[in-house]
């Protein structure tokens, strides 16, 4: 079964420093899709950046990267020169490239962007 | 742009009631979703439909029911409530529905007395 495991439970950091949330995935799949989406605190849920599988090169998209090993089914998020507002929680998820359409999310890690 | 718009925002229902939870999209996307979030945990799907009138069972289906009549609307039905699902019920949409970006509404909170 396809599984999401985000094993911080919370991460506390000081602003303008770099983070990472770990995220490490199960699949049978030979190819599938990684994402990962911001949910702030008034509850809205965005998309952040996505890792497809068949891609070696690690995804960017402003301030967020990914740290892509595959070898190890492991998909990090890195954000770099953290800001207040980048408090949240922070959801990894995994698409299968199967018919049913399926997205599975992780449990989630806060994240807490001091001053 | 668009906007998902559920309704209502916040619910509350007596145990054993059936409760109904709206959703509309003005994306024109194909696929639409309904997840819920237990307080502190991610989102686990319920329902999920890939065009209108068609109906995909998620990991978690058992005591709901989902209506896909319109390509714009899905909404989801709490059979029978009952007060370990009080939780948030998120509904979300995207293009094709294959390892498209999703797009959430802002969800409907459900409480059950």
């Known amino acids: 079964a396809q599984k999401v495991t985000q094993t911080q439970t919370s991460i506390s950091v000081v602003e303008k420093t770099t983070v990472t949330m770990d995220c490490v995935y199960e699949?049978?799949?030979?190819?599938?899709?990684l994402f990962w989406y911001k949910q702030t605190a008034s509850g809205e849920i965005v998309f952040l950046i996505r890792?497809?599988?068949?891609?070696?090169e690690n995804a960017t998209v402003g301030h967020y990267s990914l740290n892509f090993q595959k070898p190890k089914s492991s998909i990090g998020l890195i954000i770099t020169a953290t800001q207040i507002e980048d408090s949240a929680v922070y959801f990894c998820?995994?698409?299968?490239?199967?018919?049913?359409?399926?997205?599975?999310f992780g449990d989630g890690t806060v994240l807490t962007v001091k001053p | 742009g668009g906007i998902i718009t559920q309704t209502p925002k916040f619910l509350i229902g007596q145990e054993g009631q059936k409760l109904t939870l709206k959703c509309q999209q003005n994306?024109?996307?194909?696929?639409m979703y309904w997840y819920r979030q237990d307080s502190g945990k991610g989102l686990r799907l319920i329902y999920y439909?890939?065009?209108?009138?068609?109906?995909q069972k998620g990991d978690l289906s058992e005591g709901y029911d989902a209506s896909r009549e319109k390509k714009s609307s899905f909404s989801l039905t709490v059979t029978s409530a009952q007060k370990n699902e009080m939780a948030v019920f998120l509904c979300?949409?995207?293009?094709?529905?294959?390892?498209?970006?999703?797009?959430f509404g802002s969800g409907t909170r459900l409480t059950v007395l």
């Open positions: 994306f024109n996307h194909d696929t």
């Open positions: 439909s890939i065009t209108e009138n068609d109906l």
């Open positions: 890792q497809d599988s068949y891609k070696k």
């Open positions: 998820a995994m698409f299968h490239n199967t018919n049913t359409g399926k997205l599975t």
């Open positions: 699949t049978r799949d030979s190819s599938y899709f």
């Open positions: 979300a949409s995207s293009i094709r529905g294959r390892a498209e970006t999703l797009y």
